[in-house]
């Protein structure tokens, strides 16, 4: 067996974990750029994405309703797992409109405030998940259609790893599309670009910033939800997530679309490929990258002046 072919498992790997990578970084960068705030809780959400799917997939009602948590349960695992694929986004997706409402007494003041009122909501969060599903470690139960691993040629690959990579790329084809095809896409844009001139044309500027931090942290809970079955489900697991979303977001260029998914991808593959052969040096690989990159590009591989310009 050659050295290319005993990579490609770990290539699979990384790529897989850098499209996930980038899916949480997107939705990160949409609400940096519309709302000028870094929120400090898009890990917890992402941890809740995770928490509401392991609900969603087994739900338990305290001895409520016991006839219609028998019906659902007797429903087959694959159909249950896409009811917590779809829902659980969106059930996040609310909790962080929530968020954003109580944001909104921070916006037009010194940027300190949005800081620490989203890194206070991270750690009542972060509670919230020990005192409901407690502090040990879950997993999310998967289909069998997805579970498991196949033979290819000489190496084993894992069924999962290839469905959340297709998953993710999915996810990003839509919300580019989204993005650049729709004219609610074009409101986003302008509204990362200038948000005074979409105030001027007549278009809510509350309403824009509450659906965009919505699909926002939509966008980290699908990627909870699709990240739960390769990194376990604790209630601490959002911090592993948010500082290389943070990096991604840099690193690609802060307002490139396609730069966060190249960034990703980049930080997927050096963690995995790292990851395979010296263990110890596999975080470390991620901020070496981002230090090697920033140090020759500033701005990043392809940043540009507009939050969102891919």
């Known amino acids: 067996m050659n050295t290319l072919s005993q990579l ?66 007797s429903l087959p695992l694959g159909t249950r797992y896409g009811i917590a694929l779809f829902l659980a986004p969106v059930l996040v997706g609310i909790f962080g409109m929530g968020l954003e409402l109580c944001m909104r007494r921070t916006y037009g003041r010194d940027p300190l405030y949005g800081l620490l009122l989203t890194f206070g909501a991270a750690l009542v969060l972060e509670e919230l998940i020990r005192i409901v599903w407690g502090s040990t470690e879950r997993q999310l139960p998967l289909p069998e259609a997805v579970s498991g691993a196949f033979l290819m040629g000489d190496l084993i690959y894992s069924r999962y790893r290839f469905f959340a990579a297709g998953f993710a790329v999915l996810m990003i084809l839509l919300l580019w599309l989204f993005i650049e095809k729709t004219p609610y896409g074009a409101i986003i844009k302008a509204g990362a670009h200038d948000s005074e001139m979409v105030r001027a044309l007549g278009i809510n500027l509350s309403r824009l910033r509450l659906f965009v931090f919505a699909l926002g942290v939509g966008l980290a809970a699908i990627a909870g939800v699709t990240m739960a079955p390769i990194w376990g489900i604790r209630p601490h697991v959002g911090v592993d997530a948010v500082v290389p979303a943070f990096l991604i977001i840099v690193l690609g260029g802060v307002g490139s679309l396609w730069g966060a998914v190249l960034a990703g991808l980049l930080v997927g593959m ?41």
């Open 8 to 73: 490609l498992p770990h290539l699979v790997n990384g790529i897989s974990l850098g499209l996930l990578f980038a899916l949480i970084a997107l939705g990160f960068m949409l609400i940096v750029g519309v709302m000028e705030t870094i929120n400090l809780a898009h890990g917890s959400l992402f941890a809740l994405g995770m928490y509401v799917a392991l609900f969603l997939m087994a739900p338990s009602f305290g001895g409520w309703f016991p006839e219609l948590q028998a019906a659902y349960l």
């Open 270 to 310: 050096v963690v995995g490929l790292t990851g395979a052969y010296a263990s110890e040096w596999s975080l470390l690989s991620m901020y070496l990258l981002f230090i090697a990159v920033v140090s020759f590009r500033a701005r990043g591989l392809f940043g540009k002046k507009s939050v969102l310009d891919a």
